[in-house]
């Protein structure tokens, strides 16, 4: 079965800092990836995907994310955040072109002014 | 486009109380899917129905726990009898068939069991 893992449970970065957020998958084959974020009393929007090709995808509101697949990882940046980043970010991983996914725990990121 | 609508938004109710939570999936989505969230166990798949089918049920907690799909637009959750620790927030999302993992979520109904 798969699985994910997002090993920072809160982050703090400074309003116009870098960020990356951290995504380690299980999954014997080929994985479908997702980030999503939740803002507060919200549900989750999806911000990228990557599915095949290119490791490097695009999102909106400016994030990307990148596949390596010798690291099992798909790790979510942004180069420059703002303070209505602040918000709450999870990996997710399918099996399969179906829509079954599983979550990691999230990671809980705050915007220091 | 409206998106994915639940109700309730939030729902007190005493231990022992028939709960029923509602969903109206994006129209034209053929996949729907109820979460749960919790501090302790995180996004929970539930159970997760296709053209109004249940596909996989296996995360359905217990016996007390019950969903239907009677048509495309409406999708109902049921505890029965509701516990303190199925106190969580209950999300619904639908997706398109074929749009793997792009799943449109609602806004959630939190549920308090006292």
């Known amino acids: 079965a798969q699985s994910v893992t997002q090993p920072d449970i809160h982050i703090t970065v400074s309003e116009g800092a870098s960020l990356e957020l951290r995504c380690n998958y299980s999954y014997g084959a080929t994985p479908y990836l997702f980030w999503y974020v939740q803002s507060p009393g919200q549900g989750l929007q999806l911000l990228l995907k990557y599915f095949s090709g290119d490791t490097l995808v695009q999102g909106i509101k400016g994030f990307e994310a990148e596949f390596k697949r010798s690291q099992s990882s798909f790790n979510l940046r942004k180069p420059s955040v703002h303070w209505s980043d602040a918000a709450e970010y999870f990996c997710?991983?399918?099996?399969?072109?179906?829509?079954?996914?599983?979550f990691g725990g999230g990671t809980r990121l705050m915007v220091k002014p | 486009d409206a998106g994915v609508i639940q109700s309730p938004r939030h729902e007190v109710t005493e231990m022992g109380q028939e709960v029923t939570l509602r969903c109206k999936p994006i129209?034209?989505?053929?996949?729907l899917f109820w979460y749960r969230q919790t501090m302790m166990r995180g996004l929970e798949l539930l159970i997760y129905?296709?053209?109004?089918?249940?596909?996989?049920d296996s995360g359905m907690p217990e016996d007390r726990f019950s969903a239907k799909m009677p048509n495309a637009s409406f999708s109902t959750l049921k505890i029965q009898p509701s516990e303190p620790r199925d106190s969580a927030v209950y999300f619904c999302?639908?997706?398109?068939?074929?749009?793997?993992?792009?799943?449109?979520f609602g806004e959630g109904s939190r549920l308090t069991v006292l």
């Open positions: 129905f296709n053209n109004n089918v249940p596909i996989d």
């Open positions: 997710a991983v399918g099996a399969n072109a179906g829509n079954m996914l599983t």
């Open positions: 129209s034209g989505h053929n996949s």
């Open positions: 999302a639908s997706s398109r068939q074929g749009f793997a993992g792009e799943l449109f």
